[in-house]
């Protein structure tokens, strides 16, 4: 019998959620960001759930010749363009869309030989300071971008560092309304937490949202918010099973390190998922494990194939038991990724991401 680890990727969660950030901007289009192998949901795995959506976007070229083998034949888009010359003829060869954010780019467009028209997505330096144009040098790229027979069509786009916190949007929409205002073409600005957080307030145009996180299931501006607030729902469900059972007596230690000291007779599981799966290594006692369903405590280190959890909320558990470390357990109860990813000091992001190749994955 293989271990009992198992993830699932939840498809109805994923168009549910799909459907929340739609919503949210209902006159815009959704590109569905599957970057990083669909936030570790992998792209296969997750593409029924979100072909609703009205494009993909991605860096990765694999991810991009994947899509399209899963017949995928709606717009994908490079969110960091082209590494190098010969990765055009790719999006020549695929229709590809790409964004453009360096001269150098534009210097390997103005080079390339191609019938085919590229539709591209010149991005602007807002105020993150990682890729793109800054404004002073965004309409100079404008211009050369247009005079070029390669292109097709510009869009604009820039990406938000602070919408999900008190900082919010308003000097980087500035920057970006005061350079655009006057120039044609599609507009995409906001990320998951400006799509929930700032729509209603958007003055710009705004013709393709660009939701990641969301619509994985995890609220982009946690603590400030749940996912159960934005009514959000967990897209992946990493489970388990109690593989042992230890009765521990005042004053016993658990772990590597000793970190957990019974202060009377305590009931543990050893739960067969450790860091080696993906399960942070960073959580510490007290982080929330459901089994069978029922909220408990971890208890002392997680170690690389196990943790450990008290089981005193759950008298009748044993080996056997199920096992939930973040998602939705079979009685229907959520432990959000959101709060382990607090108890490890991260993001959701980074969980699902880290989701080990070791475990076995399940589209329900
Ligand atoms: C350019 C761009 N757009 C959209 C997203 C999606 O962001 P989020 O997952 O926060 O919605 C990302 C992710 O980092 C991104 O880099």
Same mark, same amino acid.
């Given at each position: 019998m ?14 549910? *959620? ?10 815009? !289009?959704?590109w569905a960001? /599957? ?26 070229? *694999?991810?991009?010749?994947?899509? +399209?083998?899963l $017949?995928?034949r ?7 363009? +082209? ?8 999006c020549?060869?695929l ?14 467009l ?9 539709r ?9 300071n990682?890729?793109?144009?800054? &404004? ?11 005079a070029? &027979?390669?292109? $097709? ?5 820039t ?5 999900? *916190?008190? !900082? ?11 350079t655009? @205002? ?8 906001? *990320? ?5 957080r @700032?729509?209603? /307030?958007?003055?710009t ?13 995890? %609220?982009? $501006?946690?603590?400030? @918010? ?31 390190g000793?970190?957990?000291?019974a ?9 067969? +998922? =450790? ?8 959580? %510490? ?7 069978? =369903? ?5 208890? =002392?280190?997680?170690?690389? $194939? ?20 973040? =998602?939705r ?11 382990i ?11 699902? +991401?880290?989701?080990?190749?070791r475990?076995?994955?399940v589209?329900?």
């Open positions: 293989p271990r009992p680890i198992q993830a699932t990727i939840h498809s109805a969660a994923l168009s549910h *959620n799909l459907t929340r950030a739609r919503q949210a901007a209902p006159d815009a !289009k959704v960001i /599957v970057k990083a192998n669909a936030y570790g949901h992998g792209i296969a795995r997750a593409f029924d759930g979100l072909r609703s959506a009205d494009g993909f976007a991605l860096l990765d070229l *694999n991810e991009a010749t994947e899509l +399209c083998a $017949d995928w709606g717009p994908i888009l490079l969110l960091e363009g +082209c590494f190098e010359a010969r990765d055009l003829e790719l020549s060869g229709g590809l869309w790409h964004v453009v954010h360096c001269n150098e780019q534009i210097d390997m103005a080079a390339h030989k191609t019938q085919q028209g590229h591209v997505f010149l991005k602007m330096n807002s105020g993150m990682r890729l793109g144009f800054k &404004p002073e040098r965004y309409r100079a790229a404008w211009t050369r971008l247009n070029l &027979p390669q292109v $097709d069509e510009i869009s604009l786009m990406h938000f560092s602070d919408a999900d *916190n008190g !900082k919010g949007i308003s000097a980087q929409l500035a920057a970006f309304e005061a655009t @205002h006057d120039l044609p073409g599609e507009r995409s600005l906001s *990320n998951s937490a400006a799509t929930l @700032h729509s209603g /307030v958007l003055t145009r705004s013709d393709w949202i660009r939701p990641g996180i969301a619509v994985y299931g995890s %609220a982009p $501006d946690c603590p400030a @918010h749940s996912a159960e607030h934005w009514g959000l729902q967990p897209t992946m469900t990493l489970a388990s099973k109690i593989i042992g059972v230890q009765q521990l007596e005042a004053g016993d230690t658990v772990g590597y000793s970190t957990f000291t202060d009377g007779p305590l009931t543990i599981g050893i739960v067969a +998922c =450790g860091y080696a799966d993906g399960y942070p290594r960073h959580c %510490a006692t007290g982080t929330p494990m459901l089994v069978n =369903g029922v909220r408990c405590r971890m208890v =002392g280190r997680v170690s690389m $194939d196990m943790v450990t959890v008290d089981l005193s909320p759950v008298p009748g558990a044993g080996i056997g038991s199920d096992v939930t470390l973040w =998602g357990a079979s009685n229907g109860v959520v432990l959000p990724i959101d709060e990813a607090q108890a490890a000091g991260t993001v959701a992001y980074e969980l699902m +991401c880290a989701l080990a190749p475990v076995p994955v589209v329900d």
